[in-house]
Structures are given as C-alpha cells and as structure tokens.
C-alpha cells in the first residue's frame, strides 16, 4: 500500500507563488503515473494535472494551464506542484494521488484509475 504525503500549502497573496511537494513511500513510485486534485471550499473535488510515470509534460486542467508545473523526481519518489500567478480561485486543499495501473502509456488517467491519496495540504490565495 503506498502512502502519500504533501507539504507545501500556505497562505500567498495573489500573483504569488507555492511549490507543493509529495512524497511517496510503499511502492516503487517510479511506475506509476501521478496526478493533483484539489477541493475548493464547498465544492467538488477537481482535476489540477498529472504526469507519466517517466515524466515529461504534463496534462492540465484549463484553469491552470501556464500557470501551474508538474514534475516528478523518481529518485526521491517525489511529485511537484509549482504554482504560479496565484488567483484567489485556487484556493484549496490540493491532494496528489496515484495511478492503480503501473507503466501507463499516457499521462492522461481516468479520475476513477487514481487508486491512492494523500491527506491534502490547505493552500490559500488572499485578493
């Protein structure tokens, strides 16, 4: 069972910027695809971007393309979220989570495929 760990949340001011961190354990992470989601207050959970299990582009939501970097470093079993330009909109409890299927061929993963979650880390962008 792989467990999942974000850092990196905080309060910014708009057009600020955060780096999200994952760490993962459990597994060999490096075969997996992973993904970021995040729950606006009230709302439903999203899709934020993912990544291959050999990295490369990303795929992305609209909302947060050129704007958002996610990266991975299988070395460290490690999953990035930089984000820039910060817009009240994204504020969120972001979660990284992991693909069920290892050596996808594409770093576009049913939201359903996704088998693995972290606890989430709160972040917050002030206007």
């Known amino acids: 069972q792989v467990q999942l760990v974000e850092s990196g949340g905080g309060l910014v001011q708009a057009g600020g910027s955060l780096r999200l961190s994952c760490r993962a354990s459990?597994?060999?992470?490096?075969?997996?695809?992973m993904g970021w989601f995040r729950q606006p207050p009230g709302k439903e959970r999203e899709f934020v971007a993912s990544?291959?299990?050999?990295?490369?582009?990303?795929y992305y939501a609209d909302s947060v393309k050129g704007r958002f970097t996610i990266s991975r470093d299988n070395a460290k079993g490690t999953l990035y979220l930089q984000m820039n330009s910060l817009k009240p909109e994204d504020t969120a409890i972001y979660y990284c989570?992991?693909?069920?299927?290892?050596?996808?061929?594409?770093?576009?993963?049913?939201?359903?495929?996704?088998?693995?979650w972290g606890q989430g880390t709160q972040v917050t962008v002030s206007s």
């Open positions: 990544i291959k299990w050999s990295g490369g582009s990303g």
């Open positions: 459990g597994r060999t992470f490096s075969i997996y695809a």
């Open positions: 989570a992991g693909d069920s299927r290892p050596f996808r061929s594409s770093a576009v993963v049913p939201s359903a495929d996704f088998g693995s």
